[in-house]
């Protein structure tokens, strides 16, 4: 179940409930039941995004009614407005819950993690990435609030964590901008990634082609990141 090591999860059922994007009887309901709830929302999400959420779907899935859908969101805005913040919730915990692993990696292994080890983990979760490139890439301001500029404030915290761990190990300058250098590298990572998740904007960032696979250009990055940042310079590859 995709909720099944979120920690958060009844802390966020409870701010929810008091923003009014679910019910009381959400909330009362057995936490097991609740559960099925909730991963059948986030599955069916995944598989199309938020705003492609199948009521019918999403009920077949938990094995309730729609009617009783209905008592714990009220309608069917209210739940493809809950499912939007749950999901954004769901990736923001995720990166909540990897960066303290990746901060205490050499910073290349960090990243480099940090990148593939992503790229992965969306390959399964296509109809959500493929939600969230819309928002991000569209401009929708209501959606950038709610989904896209919580998301990217955890990517970029685990990028700030990871430099300032490799800071005080040594490898990285102390006197780097942290917070514009951050913002960089979180930049830099996120056209390599969305390239290869996203052929379309690989067509306008050209960051792989046929001679010039994801590996390379990956690498490619990491020394020319470490490079400038580095607290010695590096003699060659690892």
């Known amino acids: 179940m995709l909720t099944s090591d979120w920690t958060q999860i009844h802390t966020h ?3 929810m409930e008091e923003k009014g994007l679910v ?28 705003a492609s959420i199948n009521i ?5 899935r938990a094995g309730v009614s729609i009617g009783s859908l ?10 493809l407005t809950f499912a939007t913040e749950l999901c954004a919730r769901f990736m923001v915990d995720m990166f909540e819950s990897i960066g303290p ?20 983990w969306s390959r399964t979760m296509t109809g959500l990435i493929a939600f969230f490139a819309r928002a991000a890439y569209q401009g929708d301001p209501a959606l950038g609030d709610q989904m896209v500029r919580p998301i990217a404030n955890s990517m970029r915290q685990t990028i700030k964590d990871m430099l300032t761990q490799a800071i005080a190990r040594g490898e990285v300058r102390e006197d780097i901008d942290l917070e514009a250098t951050t913002r960089i590298i979180h930049a ?3 056209v390599v990634g969305d390239a290869q998740l996203l052929p379309y904007l690989n067509t306008y960032f050209q960051v792989i082609g046929e001679d010039v696979p994801p590996e390379r250009t990956l690498d490619a ?17 690892r």
């Not at 309901?29 to 995004?49: F, H, N, S, T």
């Not at 209905?70 to 739940?79: A, H, Q, S, T, V």
């Not at 990696?105 to 992503?118: A, E, I, N, V």
């Not at 990055?221 to 590859?237: F, Y």
């Open 13 to 15: 059922i409870l701010q």
């Open 70 to 79: 209905y008592m714990y969101f009220n309608n069917r805005d209210g739940l």
């Open 23 to 50: 019910t009381r009887t959400f909330r009362r309901l057995d936490p097991a039941r609740r559960q099925v709830v909730i991963d059948a929302i986030l599955e069916e999400a995944v598989e199309k995004g938020p």
């Open 56 to 60: 019918k779907e999403v009920a077949r």
């Open 101 to 120: 692993m990746l901060a205490d990696m050499p910073l290349r292994d960090g990243l480099m993690m940090y990148l593939t080890g992503g790229i992965e």
């Open 188 to 190: 830099l990572t996120i």
């Open 221 to 237: 990055m990491l020394d020319m990141v470490l490079s400038g940042i580095g607290a010695q310079k590096r003699k060659g590859r």
